[in-house]
């Protein structure tokens, strides 16, 4: 199980440009990894769409925000598109990098295998997690308070 103060996990994801997404893209950079369960959902287009409205906050901290589901590149690609979010999805299509985030319902509503849980995890420069909060239930969303106060506080330390 991860906890605060470990190395993210090794990892390789596609963005919806089809380009590989690994460690690599995240080394030297404050990372706020948003795991969510399924594209063209209520709570997920709420809670992604809130940041996409408030992501000048996130980019005057220098944070990377990252979209992270189970669906397929090419229907987040689609989803990106039409809710116009302005950071980047990644599709853990294979379910390994939301397995090795603990960020993974083995079986989800309606009997679907293989869906990400809605979790918050922020990643500082150096690779090391600062924060996580992984929910059971799918229709809450993370803390943003909480959130948002640690990337600050992650992001005055980094200047």
């Keep these: 199980m991860l906890k605060v103060g470990d190395k993210v996990p090794v990892f390789s994801l596609m ?24 594209a ?12 996409r409205d408030d992501i000048a906050r996130y980019q005057n901290l220098k944070v990377q925000v990252y979209g992270i589901s189970t669906d397929a590149l090419f229907t987040l690609k689609k989803y990106k598109e039409d809710q116009q979010l302005n950071f980047e999805l990644l599709s853990d299509f294979n379910k390994e990098v939301s397995r090795s985030f603990d960020s993974l319902y083995e079986v989800f509503k309606y009997n679907m295998k293989g869906v990400s849980k809605r979790s918050a995890i922020i990643i500082d420069e150096k690779g090391i997690i600062q924060y996580i909060e992984i929910l059971e239930n799918a229709s809450h969303v993370p803390n943003f308070n909480l959130i948002n106060r640690k990337l600050e506080e992650i992001s005055s330390l980094a200047k």
Excluded: H, Q, V
Aim: proline share 3%.
């Design 15 to 38: 963005d919806t440009e089809r380009n590989e997404f690994t460690n690599a893209n995240i080394d030297g950079k404050i990372n706020l990894f948003l795991f969510f369960p399924a």
């Design 40 to 51: 063209f959902t209520s709570t997920c287009t709420t809670e992604l769409c809130s940041i």
